[in-house]
């Protein structure tokens, strides 16, 4: 994990791991479900955010 202020005053939040080969997306969670929120949250909260693949694994960022 990393962040970073911009010159803008945006904050910038990067989370790297080895990653899946499906890319991370949006869905509707269960209520019961212990999984499935996280980039719904990040999504709500931020004003951008993507995914970026390197070979190595992904990185999911956020600008809030």
Excluded: F, H, K, N
């Excluded at 949006?26 to 209520?31: I, N, T």
């Excluded at 499935?36 to 960022?61: F, H, K, S």
Aim: proline letters at 3%.
């Amino acid at each position: 994990m990393a962040w970073r202020l911009l010159d803008d005053d945006t904050l910038e939040i990067r989370v790297t791991d080895g990653g899946s080969a499906a890319g991370p997306e949006l869905r509707v969670a269960a209520p019961d479900a212990i999984d499935g929120r996280g980039l719904t949250i990040v999504a709500a909260l931020a004003t951008g955010w993507g995914v970026e693949r390197d070979g190595l694994g992904q990185c999911v960022w956020a600008t809030l």
